[in-house]
């Protein structure tokens, strides 16, 4: 048993997919930093300076009342809350890894069109069945053994 889960997860497609979800998974991580790091921030300041991971809307009040200036601290309290803001930064890391991703099998795919091997050239001659000698198809007389031909 041991060995067949072995050759099952040896497979070249198995070990493949392993490799891109690891790979995936550290993408995410770095694209995530990227959203909430880099992107974000100046998007708040330009659009008010909001912060928007500090964007909730609260359905129930916790055991302290609010109003409550930052998510932590509603969470702290103990309050229900909705994390549009989260939301919104996850969305948008969403749509920039379903990009990458995009361009990347686009380019994939590309490069698979130029590496295709071409076409075999049509055939210009066929061989006499009486010399075995090449003569062009639409030859209705051998050249050499002026044999009649068939189509």
């Known amino acids: 048993m041991f060995k067949e889960f072995k050759d099952f997860a040896m497979k070249g497609n198995v070990l493949d997919m392993a490799i ?13 930093s990227f ?14 300076n909001i912060d928007f991971n500090n964007l909730f809307l609260v359905i129930k009040q916790g055991a302290t009342a609010g109003p409550y200036d930052t998510l932590a601290k509603a969470q702290e309290a103990g309050a229900v809350t ?5 939301f919104v930064d ?3 890391s969403f749509v920039l890894v379903a990009v ?12 698979k069109r130029q590496e295709a091997p071409a076409a075999p050239p049509v055939p ?20 050499h053994c ?3 031909l068939t189509a």
């Open 124 to 143: 210009t001659t066929r061989e006499c069945p009486y010399c075995l000698s090449a003569i062009p198809i639409k030859a209705t007389r051998c050249g």
């Open 146 to 148: 002026t044999s009649t």
């Open 35 to 48: 959203v909430s790091d880099v992107l974000m921030p100046p998007l708040g300041l330009l659009v008010g």
């Open 20 to 32: 891109g979800i690891i790979i995936g998974a550290a993408f995410g991580k770095i694209v995530g």
């Open 90 to 92: 996850t969305l948008i």
């Open 100 to 111: 990458a991703v995009f361009i990347l099998v686009k380019n994939v795919n590309r490069l």
């Open 82 to 86: 909705i994390n549009y803001g989260v």
